[in-house]
């Protein structure tokens, strides 16, 4: 089977510009996960999706950050604006049961 | 709130030597243990898991893991590692209702061939 999609695999931009970034998890996995992943930490979740309804966004930064899953399936994270600590790899994750993750967007903010 | 502690970040080892890599965790209620590996390059893979039962639990590639309740650890093993076992890995929680992961910082293994 497909495994999680992910867009862009890198992308550089200066700080206080935005980006987005896209996932396409696993055909009927209806819960889908952001994590955020420092360089030299494990990840961290953003936000939880079950379905396109939002489980947990506790650790989300809302005045930056912003996701959505329109019609439950492919999903977006949005920055808007960047700051230099935001840059990490954002991975995206899919399960039914277990989650399995994608390749990943290494974002670097200059 | 949950949280993960690995106590090694960067283990050297030769091929053949045997592994343990440690993993605690803070948790009062039920929860689901996983390791995950990242070879160079790769997505994060799921290793192994434990959810119930018995706690010990064997996964890919030779790799076992024993959930020890009284320490709140559950270390991972291997007798003899490879060269190809060169990798990050992370130990993670999941707590049941939630179900999403809490993930250590990872311990960074190198093998020398």
């Known amino acids: 089977e497909a495994g999680v999609a992910q867009s862009p695999r890198y992308k550089i931009i200066e700080k206080r510009q935005s980006v987005a970034f896209w996932c396409n998890p696993i055909s009927g996995h209806a819960t889908l996960y952001w994590y955020q992943q420092i360089l030299g930490q494990g990840p961290k979740l953003l936000i939880q999706f079950q379905n396109n309804g939002v489980v947990d966004d506790s650790q989300l930064p809302k005045d930056r950050f912003s996701a959505e899953r329109l019609k439950g399936v492919d999903s977006t994270l949005k920055i808007q604006p960047a700051k230099l600590e935001d840059s990490a790899v954002y991975l995206c994750a899919s399960s039914l049961y277990e989650q399995y993750f994608g390749p990943g967007t290494r974002l670097t903010v200059t | 709130a949950q949280s993960v502690s690995q106590h090694n970040h960067h283990v050297i080892l030769s091929e053949a030597a045997s592994l343990e890599l440690g993993c605690n965790y803070s948790?009062?209620?039920?929860?689901?243990l996983f390791w995950y590996v990242q070879y160079p390059g790769q997505h994060l893979q799921l290793l192994l898991k434990y959810f119930s039962g018995d706690p010990l639990v064997k996964g890919i590639k030779g790799f076992e893991a024993e959930f020890i309740k009284s320490k709140f650890s559950f270390n991972l093993r291997k007798p003899s590692v490879q060269w190809s076992d060169t990798a990050e890995y992370f130990c993670a929680v999941m707590d049941t209702g939630r179900r999403a992961l809490t993930f250590g910082s990872g311990t960074r293994l190198q093998v020398q061939p």
């Open positions: 948790y009062g209620g039920t929860v689901n």
